[in-house]
Structures are given as structure tokens and as C-alpha cells.
């Protein structure tokens, strides 16, 4: 499909897979890419599976202090500020009837829960020594740990021996009409879920109408299925090369892959179409 020109007023960027590699890292091409964005005025938000607190190497690398859309689409946050703009949870009525769905199905299952304010693991969810998802926490059955809570951003639930797709294929069907349900981890059989209806299209979507924007101004990179309703959303959505089939079939168009710092080519790209179509204004 050959590329439309078109004026683009706002970027929205997936993180892990996309822009954001091991140990957080994020490359200087990528960096200068995003920092030129938004010196030419085009705005910027990233739209992420992450959870507010995992959001430091946006601000540490690329220096966003601005808008981004967490865990699918259940948050929007204020990077600046540290402050939750609006959320969208899922009762907990609704994840406790999803988990015996799932459990039905996968004995074995275990899950975890993110809130608003952090995160809340059944034993067993996490990997033994994972310092990074525990941070402290004693992980506790969810029916004590959230008690009190209005909802949960995303419902989490892990498998073994099954891969993550096929997870996803079993699952999905089953506990449709309590959840939505993605998976963005690779290899790891782990589904997120979140409220029916939500996803990234959904948040972005009216995160662009508050400013005027339209999804035909909007570019969008990702590279795994929680991405792909944003993908098709976009007026540019571009899977990343290197990213999951099912994102790649999704989107209009392809980025290179992300070992090829692909989300920077492209913006690099555009902001040299930019620049010769105001040259050719001039003239």
C-alpha cells in the first residue's frame, strides 16, 4: 500500500517491543527523533501497557513530561505532574467471575491485579526472586488484598505450558462478556484484561478529539496485539517490523525493525517531508 501524504499533528507510540528495549533502554537515534517531534510542535503521547510507576524511561531518555495512555487504555496520566488524569476500571465483580472462567479452563492459573494506585499478585504469579514485579509486596489471595477497591486498570492471569497465543485463543471466547482480553509479553503465556469495550483505539481516540485532532493526523507505532485496534485507528498505523503477526497484519504499514531503531526512521522521514513541504511553500 503506497503511503498517503497527509498533515500530521500527533505521534502515539507503544513503549516495550517499540521504542523501549532491555533494561530500559531507548537509543539516542530514538531519543533525538521524539525530541524533534515535538520542537517542530507535533504532539507526542505514548500508549502503553505499563503501568504508571514503570513509566521513568520516558522521562529519564526522552524527557516527556506530558500525556501517556497506561495499561491499555485504563489510565491517562500526567508524566509531569504524577497524577492520574481519568481511569476506566473493571469491577471486581466482573474480574472474580472472569477468573473462574479462567480457572475452569487452566487449573493451574495464577493471576495478578493492577490498580491505580499499584499492584496486587495471588502466590505463585511471579517468578521466584523477580525483585522488579514484586518490589516488596507479599503477594496475598486477590479476594483479601483487594478489598476495598473500586476496580481494577488491567486483570492479569499467567499460564505454563501453553503458548502465549494459544492462550489467548482459549481464553478470549470464553470470558468475552466480562472482559477484554490482549497479551503483549512475546513469550510468556500472560493475558491482560481490562473493561469490556477498552482498549488503546478507545483512550487515544478521545485523547485526540480533545485537541481537535483526527485519527487521519494521527501516526501510530506498535508491535503486539494490544496494539492492533490502535493500529487500525490511526490514519498512519505502523507495526514494527520485528513485532507480533498479528500487529503486522493489522497496520496499513510497516517500521523497520526495532534492533533498526524503525519508529525513528520513520519520524525522521516525516519530519524531512515536513521540512520540504515548507520549503516548497516558501518558494
Known amino acids: 500500500m503506497q503511503e498517503q501524504r497527509s498533515p500530521v499533528r500527533l505521534i502515539a507510540s507503544d513503549m516495550d517491543g517499540t521504542i523501549v528495549g532491555a533494561g530500559n533502554s531507548i537509543s539516542d537515534r530514538t531519543v533525538r527523533a521524539f525530541q524533534a517531534c515535538r520542537d517542530a510542535g507535533i504532539d507526542v503521547v505514548f500508549v502503553t501497557g505499563r503501568p504508571p510507576r514503570w513509566l521513568d524511561p520516558l522521562r529519564e531518555r526522552i524527557g516527556h513530561t506530558g500525556t501517556v495512555i497506561c495499561s ?13 488524569l481519568a481511569s476506566s476500571l473493571l469491577p471486581l465483580a466482573q474480574m472474580f467471575s472472569a477468573a473462574e472462567v479462567i480457572r475452569d479452563l487452566f487449573p493451574a492459573v495464577t493471576f495478578a491485579a493492577e490498580t491505580v494506585d499499584g499492584i496486587h499478585l495471588e502466590p505463585g504469579f511471579s517468578d521466584t526472586g523477580s525483585t522488579e514485579i514484586l518490589g516488596g509486596i507479599v503477594p496475598r489471595p486477590l479476594h483479601e488484598s483487594l478489598n476495598g477497591q473500586a476496580g481494577v486498570a488491567k486483570f492479569l492471569a499467567r499460564a505454563s505450558g501453553i503458548s502465549p497465543d494459544e492462550f489467548l485463543h482459549r481464553v478470549a471466547p470464553a470470558v468475552s462478556s466480562l472482559v477484554a482480553t490482549t497479551h503483549s509479553a512475546p513469550t510468556m503465556p500472560l493475558l491482560e484484561m481490562s473493561l469490556p469495550g477498552l482498549n488503546k483505539a478507545v483512550t487515544l481516540a478521545d485523547y485526540a478529539a480533545q485537541k481537535g485532532i483526527t485519527a487521519e493526523e494521527t501516526v501510530a507505532f506498535g508491535d503486539m496485539p494490544n496494539d492492533i485496534q490502535m493500529l487500525d485507528w490511526a490514519g498512519h498505523g505502523y507495526a514494527m517490523a520485528s513485532g507480533h ?28 517531508d515536513r521540512a520540504g513541504a515548507a520549503e516548497a511553500g516558501v518558494r
Not at 491517562?76 to 505532574?81: N, V
Not at 497484519?249 to 525493525?257: H, L, M, S, V
Open 245 to 272: 503477526a498479528a500487529a503486522r497484519a493489522a497496520a496499513d504499514f510497516t517500521a523497520p525493525a526495532f534492533n533498526d531503531d524503525g519508529v525513528a526512521v520513520i519520524l525522521e522521514r516525516l519530519l524531512g
Open 72 to 84: 491499555n487504555g485504563a489510565i491517562t496520566y500526567d508524566l509531569g505532574a504524577g497524577k492520574v
